[in-house]
């Protein structure tokens, strides 16, 4: 047996669920039974719980990554910068022109460079878990 509601909606709201029935070729009141039934159930918001907890997994997992990614990135950049510092002596006025000439074809060649690393996939974090899990298994192969 069913009991009769009788509720006013919103025009927008109402427009919305008769666009939605006309569409899926169903009565109204079915369109409303059913997103009661389903708005109600105690179980779909353990279900809503259950898949945003599975989301929010994923996002902080690649947000972990991505925070590792850069304090790699950050690191090799810094010590790039004082090794470079540490190592490179001022020229003298003369030799100036040159440099800059030699260090813009030096930059193209870098950019170049990163382009074809970027466009094959390769990153650094992969390539120094690479060189530290095979110093790790030559350091294994060493010691035993």
Known sequence: MRTKHTFRLPPDLASQLADYAGRKRVPQALVVETALTS?????????M???LGRRLDRLTRQVERLER??????EALALFVRFWLTVTSPLPDTAQTAAQAKGRERYEGFVEA????LAKG??????ISQD???????????SG
């Open 39 to 47: 708005y109600l159930s105690p179980d779909n918001a353990e279900r």
């Open 114 to 117: 990163l382009g074809r690393r």
């Open 69 to 74: 990614h850069v304090t790699i990135a950050n």
């Open 49 to 51: 719980e259950a898949a």
């Open 132 to 142: 530290v899990e095979a110093k790790d298994a030559k350091s294994d192969e060493l």
């Open 122 to 127: 390769q990153t650094l974090a992969a390539e």
